[in-house]
T-cell receptor, first 117, second 113 residues
Framework: EAQVTQNPRYLITVTGKKLTVTCSQNMNHEYMSWYRQDPGLGLRQIYYSMNVEVTDKGDVPEGYKVSRKEKRNFPLILESPSPNQTSLYFC????????????????FGPGTRLTVL | AQKVTQAQTEISVVEKEDVTLDCVYETRDTTYYLFWYKQPPSGELVFLIR??????QNEISGRYSWNFQKSTSSFNFTITASQVVDSAVYFC??????????FGTGTRLKVLA
């Protein structure tokens, strides 16, 4: 079954304790991305990756790191989480952008609800 | 800067009513793509439609239809004869040559039986 998986699905942690949220896709997609969803703010892109070893910042990258060492995996790292990073996080992937620009639909993971105390 | 505005925060309709969700976008790029996604109460995000900037044809899929108008920078979504299962948050999104995706703040649709 084609899917994007995220782990953990729920996480409660404390300020400053480093954590990693894993994301994996089995569709051989080149493009992967992380979003956070907050009430009233919709989804905001944190980081994205066009392919292995190619990553770039989205609109809200502060406090986050990513890596893309393998095509299927795109972990999100919070080196020193703070309460303002309490949110619902989604990973997404899509196939190679269409000629002339991006634009393929994204497949989303089930989400990770993170609470930072 | 790119922007997507969904001015309707929440809409309530009675089953079988038609409802239109508005999406207004801003971009300086001539090539761009617009999307609609659905987030039902279970929380997953489901792709509904993609439209590129060179294709202004309206599209209909069952009870769903989309009206893309470059002149007003709008990409509106209409549900005909709404059903309770249509209750969800709907997001409009925009992407272009920067490979960034910009989502609107979403419209929560409540369809009452």
């Amino acid at each position: 079954e084609a899917q994007v998986t995220q782990n953990p699905r729920y996480l409660i942690t404390v300020t400053g304790k480093k954590l990693t949220v894993t994301c994996s896709q089995n569709m051989n997609h080149e493009y992967m991305s992380w979003y956070r969803q907050d009430p009233g703010l919709g989804l905001r892109q944190i980081y994205y990756s066009m392919n292995v070893e190619v990553t770039d910042k989205g609109d809200v990258p502060e406090g986050y790191k990513v890596s893309r060492k393998e095509k299927r995996n795109f972990p999100l790292i919070l080196e020193s989480p703070s309460p303002n990073q309490t949110s619902l996080y989604f990973c997404a992937s899509s196939s190679r952008p269409l000629a002339g620009g991006p634009g393929n639909e994204q497949f989303f993971g089930p989400g990770t609800r993170l609470t930072v105390l | 800067a790119q922007k997507v505005t969904q001015a309707q925060t929440e809409i309530s309709v009675v089953e079988k009513e038609d409802v239109t969700l508005d999406c207004v976008y801003e971009t300086r790029d001539t090539t761009y793509y617009l999307f609609w996604y659905k987030q039902p109460p279970s929380g997953e995000l489901v792709f509904l439609i993609r439209r590129n900037s060179f294709d202004e044809q309206n599209e209909i899929s069952g009870r769903y239809s989309w009206n893309f108008q470059k002149s007003t920078s709008s990409f509106n979504f209409t549900i005909t004869a709404s059903q309770v299962v249509d209750s969800a948050v709907y997001f409009c999104a925009l992407t272009s040559g920067t490979y960034k995706y910009i989502f609107g703040t979403g419209t929560r649709l409540k369809v009452l039986a």
